[in-house]
Each structure stands twice: as C-alpha cells, then as structure tokens.
C-alpha cells in the first residue's frame, strides 16, 4: 500500500509510525489503515454481513484444520473442548466493525457473552492473548512469578487461559487482515 499511496507511506511510517504491531491499538491502526486504503479506491465499501460471514468461515476451516487430529488436541483434550464451548456463540457480530477491529462487550448482548465469561474477544485479546505474549516473548522470569495460585485456577474465568484460544483469537486477526487485503489488491486492480 505504500508504494502506491505516498502520503500513507509518510503517514504511517514518518509521522505515526506502528510500533510492534502486537498490541491492540497497533493492530487497530493496521485494521484501519485497510479500511482507508480500501476506501480510496471504492468511496461506497463498507463492512457487511457477507464480509464478516466469509471471514469466519474461513477463520472457522482453518483453525479446524489445525487442531484436528494435533498433538496439542490428543494431549490437551479438556482445555479444547472448553475453548469448543467457547467459540461455538462468535458470529458476525463478534469480529469487527467500520473502526472496530474486535467487538467490545458493550457491543454484545450478556447471554452472548455468557461462555466466555461475560468477556468478547477486544477483552480477551486485551487481558489474555497480548499478557501471554508479553509473557512468552519477553521475560521468562516474570513469568515463572505470575503463575497462577489454585484460587484462580478453580476461578471459572480461569478457563479463558487457554492456548486454544489465544491461537484461535491471533489466527482470526490474521483472517480479516488476509480478506482485507485481498479486497484492497480487487479494487487496486
């Protein structure tokens, strides 16, 4: 995008630049920088139904196809089908919105979000998937003295620590960057 488009490229990348592009608002700015791009090759798209659908079903396959039959899935069996129940409720709703890159609570209705303790993935991204990384990538030390007391284990939000999920929050952020994309090559071209 920014070798077509020379005023995003100092933008983005003299004035705002991104940092690591792992934590939300990061992840927001590269959402909407599609969404920008997009739009200035076609003034009317917006993110619709279909859109969204598409998204999640591919989202849907290949997470199906990555945990089917794995080790992790064998070894791992509770933690899966609990993040199963989890995820079986996220529909279209859930996923993003004109500026909203991951839906909010406040956007969902409270049974919707009843499996995952009244949480929607802006939350869980936020207090779980970015925590875990930071934990994983960036001090192992600080780590090995979060680990969790048996109080938050038997906690019933404790089963949002699930590597299942994480995975599966990272790959869907992956999925709409990927349709967005391939949307803005359409209207380029």
Known sequence: ???????????????????????????????????????????????????????????????????????????????????????????????MSDTQLLTKQTNLALVETRPTCGMALNEIFVKYVYRERNRCAHNTRSYQHNLPSLKTMIAEDFKLQNYFLYMSVLLLLDTIYVKLFETYLERVN
């Open 1 to 95: 995008m920014a070798c077509r488009d020379y005023d995003y490229r100092y933008e983005r990348f003299e004035r705002s630049r991104y940092s690591e592009c792992s934590d939300y608002k990061d992840k927001c700015m590269v959402y909407n920088d599609l969404l920008n791009e997009i739009k200035k090759y076609d003034e009317a798209f917006v993110i619709d139904d279909a859109l969204k659908n598409q998204i999640l079903n591919d989202w849907r396959n290949t997470t199906q196809q990555l945990f089917d039959n794995s080790l992790l899935v064998n070894n791992f069996r509770k933690s899966y089908d609990e993040y199963l129940a989890m995820v079986t409720g996220i529909n279209d709703k859930w996923i």
